[in-house]
Structure formats: structure tokens, C-alpha cells
């Protein structure tokens, strides 16, 4: 049974960057009805209120573990909601989106660095070839494998702010290793997302933009029902359950699909042109994380069994 529920998070996970991938597409067209920090703050408020009244019904709250890891709780929703998102947004507003898009590619790296540094994850060659084919496929994919496009790349202030969005969120995987050590993945993640929307809530007054929610188009609300459901709370429920039990290194390469599950929405539902070379990029991501997660797994599996059957052997004789 321990070994059905290790394999399907790693299943379950794929879901991220599906729905993340998704909230890349949706928030697209939303901001531009909407300003971006009031659009997040809606988004993480209103998803916050869903996953506090589902925990309160279902009596989950340990106040002691809360009070053991109150301030790793805060600095993760300063960091992976309040920071990344204003980082992002306004990154964007400065420099290009393959800028952004690289910066953000490096995420699995830096947090394998980081659990192997800070949080005694085992680091391995298999890990190493995973990252690094990964982020290869995702740079092939970002820049259609034009060599003159990413020797012309021109770094200005946005790009600081973007590593400043990716600084935010490798700190907040980091953290979250070490709150649910004590506090289950849901309180996590409730808690989390209600003070980073709290401090989204306060700088969005700046962009006087509330308002302008009433007259968001059906397809607007839609989007955004999306992104508070999907991309805010199962998204993060799945990603803080999967930091728990395989680790922020494992989970973290999973960030490499969400630039392809954005371009393949982006393909099916807006009919955006794909090249070969993009598709052999999204197939080195996908062995990438498949060599980092479900390759190990499998393996590990097929050892176990030989020995159960060594061991079977011994006992019948």
C-alpha cells in the first residue's frame, strides 16, 4: 500500500504543471482587464478562503506544529506567493518573456542545490543528467533552438527582478520541506497562501483596480475560476503534498514541464504554431524528469522484487 501511494504522487504531480501551465495562458488574457497584483490577490484570497473553510471543516489544525513553525509559515507565503508573484508581474512589465522564461528555467536546479546544501537530499549522477537534459530542452523550447537568439539576449533591471522572483521561490520549496516535517501539506498551503494574498492585497491598493473586477468578461471570470481552483488550490496542494514525500529536489524538476504544458494549451486552444525543434526540446524535458523521478522508482521496484524473490527461494528450501 506505502509503495501505491509513493508511485502516484509522482502521477499526481504531472498535474502542476498542467494547471500552472494553464494559469500562464489564463492570466494572459485577464490582466488586461484587470491589473496584474489585484488579479493575484483575488486569485490567492479567494483560493485561501476555500482551502481555510475545507481545513476547518474537516478539523485539521494542529496549533501546536503551527506555533512550532509559524515563522518558515510566513517567510513561505512572503516568498512563493507574495514575492514571486510581484517579482513576476513586474519583471515582465521590464523585460522580454524569454528573459523571464530562462531566468525561471534555472528553479530545479537551484533547489536541487539547495535540498542537497540545506536538507540532506542525496544528490546522484541520474539526478544530474535529469536536470541538465531538462533544462536544456526547456532553453531549446523557449528559444526555438535559435543559437542567435540567446547570444542577443539583452540583460537589463526587469531580469533582476525575475531573479528575485526565482530567489523568492526556491526559498519557499526550501521552506516547505522544513514546515511539513511537523505541519501536514493542506494546513501548509492554506496558511501559506492566505498571508501571501493578505500582503497581494495591501500592494494591489497601489493599482486602484478592485473595481474593475465587476466588469471582467464571462471568459475573464472563467480564467480566473481556473486559476483559484485548479492552478491556486489543488495546484499547491499537490506541490507542497509531493515536497513531503519525495522531497523538494524530485518535485522541483517537475517545474520544467509548466513552459511545455503552456505551449501545448497555448497550440490546442489558440491555435499557436509549433516548431520540430520545439517538440524535440519538449521530448528532452520529459526524459529529463522522467529520469529523475519515475526511472529511480522503477528501479528501485524491480530491486525489491529480486530480493523478495531471493528471499522466497531461501525459505522454500
Known sequence: MKNEQSVAIYFWLLLVPLFWG??????????????????????????????????????????????KQWIPILFMGITGIFGYNVFFFHGLALTSAINGSLIVATTPVLVTLGAVIFLNEVWNKQLGLGLFLSLVGVVTVISN????????????????????????????GLLGKIV???VSPVVTTTLT???????????????????DILYMSRQSFAEMLFMIICSSVIGFLLWNNGIKKIGAS????????????????AVVL????????????MIMVILGVYLVTFHQYWKNRRQEQKLARIENTVMNK
Open 22 to 67: 494553464g494559469a500562464f495562458v489564463a492570466a494572459e488574457h485577464v490582466i488586461t482587464e484587470i491589473p496584474p497584483v489585484t488579479a493575484a490577490a483575488f486569485r490567492f484570497g479567494t483560493a485561501g478562503i476555500v482551502l481555510l473553510i475545507f481545513v476547518l471543516v474537516q478539523k485539521k489544525i494542529d496549533f501546536t506544529a503551527i506555533k
Open 145 to 172: 533552438g535559435s543559437l542567435t537568439t540567446l547570444l542577443n539576449l539583452q540583460f537589463n533591471g526587469g531580469d533582476l527582478l525575475f531573479m528575485g522572483g526565482l530567489l523568492c521561490w526556491v526559498t519557499h
Open 270 to 281: 489558440y491555435g499557436s504554431p509549433i516548431t520540430f525543434i520545439q517538440i524535440i526540446g
Open 180 to 182: 511539513m516535517r511537523d
Open 193 to 211: 497562501t492566505i498571508i501571501g494574498s493578505l500582503f497581494l492585497s495591501i500592494w494591489s491598493v497601489f493599482e486602484k483596480g478592485w473595481g
Open 250 to 265: 524530485k518535485s522541483s524538476i517537475y517545474m520544467n514541464l509548466v513552459p511545455i504544458s503552456t505551449a501545448l494549451i
